[in-house]
């Protein structure tokens, strides 16, 4: 079946580490997206990229980067410089603007 | 900047009841308006995806329009069930960045 896969589902950091959350989709989808949801709130959006090699910051992007070598694939990297990195992080993949954008299960990162 | 939010913020009604769940947003430069469902701790479905050149879209039980000109939209649940409790998410495609803009969402909770 197509759609969007996000590993791991749990994910733990310690203090200085770096974390990468993966997110694949195989919808042959030029746009993807990842947002963080904190706990009674909306979704916000850390980074975004709508063709391969190309990517821009959303609201949020401070101490996150992403990559975007091959269009299936779509990482996510927490790094130390995030300071409250603890959120519910969700990626997400859209074609053209007209289907909508379709959304993976979600990763919850908690720090040790 | 594109702002949009979701009234009421939470909702409990007993089973067999028609809701309403509205969405307001500040800027009509849209390319559409998407609403999804979330389950705790999971991530997004999309339940309805309405064009800006489209009124209302329609699936099952679930009716939702769109008027532009007055930045609204709303979300019609007919004869709810327990089933439907979960919280409801509005978000608008810009026009101009492509982004994609989330409300806070309802939190629907439907008693038997």
């Known amino acids: 079946d197509g759609g969007i896969t996000q590993s791991p589902k749990y994910l733990f950091r310690k203090e200085g580490q770096n974390v990468t959350l993966s997110c694949e989709q195989n919808?042959?989808?030029?746009?993807m997206y990842w947002y963080r949801q904190d706990p009674g709130q909306g979704l916000r959006l850390i980074y975004y990229?709508?063709?391969?090699?190309?990517?821009q910051k959303g609201d949020i992007a401070e101490g996150y980067s992403v990559s975007r070598e091959k269009k299936e694939s779509f990482p996510l990297t927490v790094t130390s410089a995030q300071k409250n990195p603890t959120a519910f992080y969700l990626c997400?993949?859209?074609?053209?603007?007209?289907?909508?954008?379709?959304f993976g299960d979600g990763t919850r990162l908690s720090i040790l | 900047k594109q702002e949009v939010t979701q009234i009421p913020a939470a909702l409990s009604v007993p089973e067999g009841e028609n809701l309403v769940l509205n969405c307001s947003f500040t800027?009509?430069?849209?390319?559409?308006l998407q609403w999804f469902r979330q389950d705790p701790g999971k991530g997004l479905t999309s339940l309805l995806l309405?064009?800006?050149?489209?009124r209302e879209q329609t699936s099952g039980r679930l009716n939702a329009s769109l008027d532009k000109s007055s930045g609204r939209s709303t979300l019609y649940i007919a004869a709810s069930q327990p089933g439907d409790s979960a919280t409801y998410l509005c978000?608008?495609?810009?026009?101009?960045?492509?982004?994609?803009?989330f409300g806070t969402g309802t939190r629907l909770q439907v008693f038997p």
């Open positions: 997400a993949s859209s074609t053209e603007l007209e289907q909508g954008v379709h």
């Open positions: 919808l042959n989808h030029d746009a």
């Open positions: 990229s709508q063709i391969v090699n190309d990517f």
């Open positions: 800027d009509s430069a849209i390319y559409n």
């Open positions: 309405i064009q800006s050149s489209q």
């Open positions: 978000a608008v495609q810009n026009y101009n960045t492509d982004k994609l803009i």
